[in-house]
């Protein structure tokens, strides 16, 4: 096992490089145990565990399990490692959640219990903003405040319209496929509205919006389908842009826009009572 800020190291370099990864943590130990509280491990999103340590197979498939459903949908997870008798004498079965605790049996001889903490590391959200209206500078300006990485697809002699970007792209050639979520809004208005609109339709993306009105959408659409763009690909278009708040300025739109992101980014982990005090 490297030192400690060996590990620090990869967990910065991941972070930095928008990588998902898991940081497993011991927390508690009871009796005999090859890992101690305190002890720390770097678990990729294929399961391998780069760094740290904690402890043999008797945790490992528990801990590993733990970390690919951390992974998937971003939640942590507190582990409790126990063997047979312990759980029995608890009235627990391996897989169980109780109050918080996902209960799992430790096979080894050992019979120790290990209480791990799985915390997951995923990508900041990204946002990319198709155009440089004064509403795309806007977003581009406001969205990190709210954690998002911007990567700014625009021409090039337009790029300097935007005082800064995690990325820049020179016209609308997005990746196709992206880690984590990411959003896209198109604020072209006017200025290359049809091959920015066919870009986004075209990447993954967990919410793609375009500012503008429902009419000049709906003639964009039948542009687009007449050059062969699938009609469903519209099903998932926001259009216009942003949450109704009467809003009138660049920045007011751009607010209105992040506001709905903002919806999207947390509609999966609100409990129902939650949702319906908002």
């Not at 970390?67 to 079965?93: M, V």
């Not at 096979?107 to 209206?133: I, K, N, Q, Y």
């Not at 090039?156 to 990746?175: N, S, T």
Request: some cysteine; aromatic content about 4%.
């Amino acid at each position: 096992m490297r030192p400690r800020s060996d590990t620090l190291d990869l967990i910065a370099d991941l972070k930095a490089r928008n990588e998902p990864f898991v940081l497993a943590t011991v927390v508690r130990t009871v009796s005999v145990t090859a890992a101690k509280a305190g002890a720390k491990a770097v678990i990729r999103s294929d399961g391998t565990i780069t760094e740290g340590w904690i402890g043999g197979g008797c945790a490992r498939a528990a801990v590993l399990k733990a970390a690919r459903e951390a992974i998937a949908d971003g939640e942590p997870r507190l582990i409790s490692i126990q063997p047979k008798d312990l759980l029995d004498e608890q009235g627990l079965k391996p897989g169980e959640v109780r109050e918080g605790v996902r209960f799992a049996r430790n096979m080894c001889p050992s019979r120790g219990t290990m209480d791990v903490f799985v915390e997951p590391m995923l990508p900041s959200p990204a946002l990319a903003v198709f155009g440089a209206s004064p509403v795309a500078v806007a977003l581009a300006e406001l969205a990190p405040r709210f954690g998002l990485r911007v990567t700014v697809c625009a021409p090039a002699e337009d790029q300097g319209v935007f005082a800064e970007a995690a990325q820049r792209i020179e016209g609308y050639a997005l990746d196709v496929e992206s880690e984590g979520q990411r959003f896209v809004v198109v604020s072209t208005q006017g200025r290359g509205d049809e091959a920015a609109l066919r870009a986004a339709l075209s990447v993954r993306a967990d919410h793609v919006a375009f500012v503008g009105s429902r009419r000049k959408v709906a003639s964009l659409r039948a542009h687009l389908i007449e050059g062969g763009v699938a009609p469903e690909c519209f099903d998932r278009l926001k259009a216009p842009a942003g949450l109704d708040i009467g809003a009138v300025t660049p920045d007011e739109i751009a607010l209105s826009i992040l506001a709905e992101i903002l919806a999207v980014r947390r509609r999966d982990h609100r409990t129902p009572s939650e949702a319906a005090s908002h």
